[in-house]
């Protein structure tokens, strides 16, 4: 997954008393390990994109540009590197 440094992620539905949806309370602990994955969950805070590279959360990071959509365009550049290794 790739990010733009100014993205911010967390599971902040749980600042309004909700459990985090799509088992993110069950898939967070495996990726940043359960003492980190407490933290988030229980503090609602929000991390951003440098953060969560180095928390492992995302695979890169990257400068926002003037139109918005660098983590995108970076995406669709890794998307163009994989689909030749697609066979059919």
Do not use: C
């Not at 599971?11 to 088992?23: D, H, K, V, W, Y």
């Not at 994955?37 to 695979?59: C, W």
């Not at 540009?65 to 994989?82: C, F, M, P, S």
């Amino acid at each position: 997954m790739t990010k733009a440094y100014s993205a911010q992620m967390g599971l902040i539905e749980t600042t309004r008393g909700l459990l985090p949806g799509a088992g993110g309370s069950q898939r967070l602990p495996r990726m940043v390990g359960i003492t980190l994955a407490k933290e988030l969950i229980f503090t609602g805070r929000r991390v951003g994109g440098q953060t969560a590279l180095e928390m492992g959360l995302v695979n890169k990071a990257v400068e926002q540009n003037q139109t918005g959509d660098a983590a995108y365009k970076a995406a669709l550049t890794l998307a163009r590197e994989i689909l030749p290794q697609v066979r059919t």
